[in-house]
């Protein structure tokens, strides 16, 4: 008897169809796909499946409690996580996609750039027509860095970094275990002992209760004045006041915004007339390269292997931790 598989995307090619449909035929499920206007027709569908690839809160509220496997397309699952009701099932395994490192840490390379080569200082010059080219700048060459999550994402943005000859790369982690990609693991305890050093700092953690509040006005207060804060992993980790205050206030040199609170940014909200700040609209990420795309269909099948066998999935989330 066929086991079926809802499938609710909105960027599967036909190869990823055919990738999909080649791994389920071969352990014995039937995929049914869905765009995100036929979000009826998959809730009706869900109802007889044991398996959901989406990336839907909404939806996975309409799943019945024979849903035994949600893989999530996206890294972050803290949706899932702060809220255990929306699981009928509450054995049902959750999985997330670490498929966005590549993209995620690019986009850190490029804000990192932007800000050493102090860009957003020259192109408010230009848009006043000035001209002035003799700002001093730095580079990622022989500088230091302190990335907080040493995950997927930061490990990532690690390689990068040393590829272009960064002088240390410090992480920091909640157990502070090492990692191959930094010269140094810390506890994330230890972060007020650091920041005083700091001169790069790069934030990629997972939305959790521990992270809420994390750069909190007493630690921004303890980086230098020269130093940068850019923040890839959830909004909700700075506390964007005493951030916006201190870049106006000349006690920060820069920082670069691609998650922020809340999502989407009031247009009148005064992060939008912040000064040497880089904002962007949540782009480092979400399913615009096609890389992440592939990896992305590559990860659920590998796992859908996994669950068809009884072997651990290796995407597998911990719901009370939020990772």
Not at 111 to 131: C, F, I, S
Request: with cysteine; aromatic share 6%.
């Amino acid at each position: 008897m066929s086991r079926n598989i809802c499938i609710y995307q909105e960027f599967l090619t036909a190869a990823h169809k055919e990738q999909i449909n080649r791994t389920a035929e071969k352990l014995g499920f039937t995929p049914h796909y869905f765009t995100l206007e036929q979000f009826d027709e998959a809730r009706e569908c869900l109802q007889s499946c044991e398996v959901l690839y989406a990336h839907a809160p909404k939806l996975m509220r309409e799943a019945p409690k024979t849903l035994r496997w949600y893989c999530c397309s996206s890294a972050g699952v803290d949706p899932y996580c702060k809220d255990p009701t929306i699981f009928a099932n509450p054995d049902c395994l959750l999985t997330n996609t670490n498929a966005y490192g590549v993209t995620i840490a690019e986009h850190v390379i490029m804000v990192t750039l932007m800000l050493l080569r102090r860009m957003p200082e020259y192109e408010e010059q230009v848009r006043n027509h000035g001209w002035g080219n003799q700002r001093p700048i730095r580079s990622i060459r022989n500088n230091t860095f302190t990335v907080l999550g040493t995950g997927n994402i930061g490990s990532n943005v690690a390689q990068r970094l040393r590829g272009m000859g960064a002088a240390k790369i410090i992480g920091l982690s909640r157990s502070g275990r090492p990692a191959a990609d930094f010269d140094e693991v810390l506890p994330i305890s230890r972060l007020d002992e650091i920041l005083p050093e700091t001169k790069n700092l790069i934030m990629a953690l997972p939305g959790t209760a521990e992270t809420v509040g994390l750069l909190s006005p007493e630690r921004i207060a303890l980086l230098p004045a020269d130093a940068y804060v850019i923040n890839v992993g959830r909004g909700t980790a700075i506390h964007q006041e005493a951030l916006m205050d201190a870049l106006n206030g000349g006690r920060l040199a820069g920082a670069a915004l691609d998650v922020m609170d809340p999502e989407p940014l009031p247009a009148d909200h005064p992060l939008w007339n912040t000064k040497n700040l880089i904002l962007t609209p949540h782009v480092s990420g979400n399913m615009t390269l096609g890389y992440t795309c592939d990896r992305n269909v590559e990860m659920f099948c590998e796992d859908l292997e996994n669950y068809a066998a009884g072997r651990p999935l290796k995407q597998l989330v911990d719901r009370t931790r939020g990772y």
